[in-house]
């Protein structure tokens, strides 16, 4: 960690007085924390883009493996680099059903692999019927560790080839509405197959950089709080959503108020209390991170997607006016903001997993979303904010 001169200035400021020995102490926790190297496989078939989704998601070359059977006599083989830089470690497992011999020597390697890994992304190639020996690896190998709470998504990867493929918007890189329907279509058919929730099903194209805020998103929200710190900093910043921030920046002020809070001996409440509001002379911590500005407003942004909108729509673009023009300088504007930051993504989640989704998210344009953003539009803002908090707690009853 770098100088933490002002951070424990910070600290006897806000209350608390810690000795030499307790800054040893903490500085070493939070080093821990903020040097620690995530370990996330990558696992599919051969051919279906594992290389270029980890190329796009991290805006850097990872090394490619030039000996497939040395990977499976010693995992530390098929760990990449990104550029031989520390940050993160991305597993790229060789890809099952290429031939029976294979499969029963990477059947041994996911075993080794999968105790020690923090996530998985499982990538499934957009336009592949055969999968059959995804299938059979899934079941036996690797379901009995994500019954265990082991963060784990399918990667439905190049849905831009997915018909009707001249559809695909090459100058906005994103789906026309019916190749927008027929890539949920296919993502609700592989959750059936696999007999899986369709929220851990995350439609993507690596190639095309679509919808690869959602699957970040999803990565973010899954991992632990003292893991999500260093794969949101290796992001590509294009990727890094005003949500993902918000929460990775909530985990690591909990992270350092806990480690604070045993080194002193204070109530973890207290230590939260006292950094609360001592946080604006954290700069050297909470600083650490380079964070980016994109992203939505979590249930506006999933109405936009049912309807195929883009990221920059008009819809998207007034909400976050609204949210970073006027709401967040509002009494009590930061605490509504953050209170939905952390209800809206199982809100989404819910309403993903209902069979009448397309109904409700219908309805949601119609009642909310559109007669919000006409308020906007003709600045009216403490009418959009009353409708709006109308629409999450309604949410929060029915779901």
């Known amino acids: 960690m770098s100088d933490t001169k002002d951070f424990f200035e910070g600290l006897e400021k806000a209350g608390i007085k810690v000795n030499e020995n307790q800054k040893k102490a903490i500085r070493d926790k939070l080093n821990q924390v903020l040097t620690y190297e995530p370990r996330i496989g990558v696992f599919g078939k051969t051919g279906v883009g594992k290389s270029s989704l980890c190329n796009a998601l991290f805006g850097k070359d990872i090394c490619a493996i030039s000996d497939v059977e040395a990977c499976t006599r010693d995992t530390k083989d098929v760990i990449l680099n990104l550029d031989g830089e520390k940050g993160i470690k991305l597993i790229d497992v060789p890809g099952v059903g290429e031939s029976s011999q294979r499969d029963i020597e990477y059947r041994e390697l996911y075993k080794k692999l999968l105790p020690e890994l923090d ?3 499982w990538l499934i190639k957009a336009d592949d019927r055969a999968m059959a020996s995804d299938e ?10 994500i019954d265990q709470d082991k963060p784990f998504f399918f990667v439905l990867n190049q849905v831009d080839k997915i018909e009707p493929f001249r559809e695909w918007n090459e100058e906005m890189h994103e789906p026309g509405s019916k190749q927008y329907q027929n890539i949920h279509r296919k993502a609700d058919d592989v959750a059936a197959f696999f007999g899986v929730a369709s929220s851990i099903i995350v439609p993507v194209s690596a190639n095309e950089k679509y919808n690869l805020t959602k699957l970040v998103d999803e990565m973010i929200y899954a991992l632990p709080k003292e893991k999500k710190i260093t794969v949101f900093s290796q992001v590509d910043e294009r990727f890094q959503s005003r949500e993902a921030e918000v929460e990775v920046k909530k985990s690591l002020l909990e992270v350092v108020s806990e480690t604070v809070g045993k080194v002193v001996e204070k109530t973890g409440e207290v230590v939260v209390k006292l950094l609360d509001n001592a946080k604006e002379r954290f700069g050297d911590l909470l600083g650490i991170l380079s964070f980016g500005r994109r992203g939505g407003c979590y249930i506006t942004t999933a109405v936009c997607e049912f309807y195929g909108k883009p990221d920059d729509c008009h819809e998207l673009t007034q909400f976050r006016k ?9 009494e009590g504007g930061k605490k509504l903001i953050l209170d939905y930051y952390k209800d809206a993504p199982s809100i989404v989640k819910k309403i993903d997993s209902k069979e009448d989704r397309e109904k409700v998210y219908r309805a949601l344009n119609e009642i909310y979303i559109i007669p919000c953003v006409n308020y906007i539009d003709h600045n009216l803002y403490e009418e959009c904010k009353i409708l709006y908090v109308e629409m999450l707690d309604e949410m929060r009853k029915v779901l």
Request: zero cysteines.
């Open 119 to 121: 996530l998985v992304l």
């Open 322 to 330: 609204f949210r970073d023009e006027w709401l967040a300088k509002q």
């Open 136 to 145: 059979q690896f899934y079941k036996e190998i690797v379901k009995p560790h």
